[in-house]
C-alpha cells in the first residue's frame, strides 16, 4: 500500500502563488492532483508518469498550474499561479499503479490518495 500526504496548501488572496507537495511512499506508475469545492464534483487537475515525466493537464489548468515530480524523492509537485477563488477546493493527491499508454483522468482508475489539503482563495 502506497501512502500519500499532501502539503502545501492554504489561505492565499487572487493572483497569488500555491506549490503543493504530494510525498509517496513508494512508486507507482503515475500521479497526479484532482480538486473537490463544495458541492461539485470531484475533478482532475492534472497528472504525470514517474518515468517519462510525461504530464497532462485539465484545460483549466493549462497555463497557470505546473506539474512536475522529484524522483529521488519521490515527490509530485503542483505549482499553482494566478490563483482565482474559482480554486478554492480541497486538492488530493492520487496515484496509480499500473501501466496505462495515455494518462488516466478518471478518479475511480486511480489506487492512491491522500487526505487531501485546502486551498482557499479569497477575492
Known amino acids: 500500500q502506497v501512502q500519500l500526504v499532501e502539503s502545501g496548501g492554504g489561505l492565499v488572496q487572487a493572483g497569488d502563488s500555491l506549490r503543493l507537495s504530494c510525498a509517496a511512499s513508494g512508486r507507482t506508475f503515475a500521479a497526479g492532483w484532482f480538486r473537490q469545492a463544495p458541492g461539485k464534483e470531484r475533478e482532475f487537475v492534472a497528472a504525470?508518469?514517474?518515468?517519462?515525466?510525461?504530464?497532462a493537464y485539465a484545460d483549466y489548468a493549462k497555463g497557470r498550474f505546473t506539474i512536475s515530480r522529484d524522483i529521488a524523492k519521490n515527490t509530485v509537485y503542483l505549482q499553482m499561479n494566478s490563483l482565482k477563488p474559482d480554486d478554492t477546493a480541497v486538492y488530493y493527491c492520487a496515484a496509480y499503479r499500473d501501466y496505462s499508454p495515455t494518462i488516466v483522468t478518471t478518479a475511480r482508475a486511480y489506487d492512491y490518495w491522500g487526505q487531501g489539503t485546502q486551498v482557499t482563495v479569497s477575492s
Open positions: 504525470i508518469r514517474w518515468t517519462t515525466g510525461s504530464t
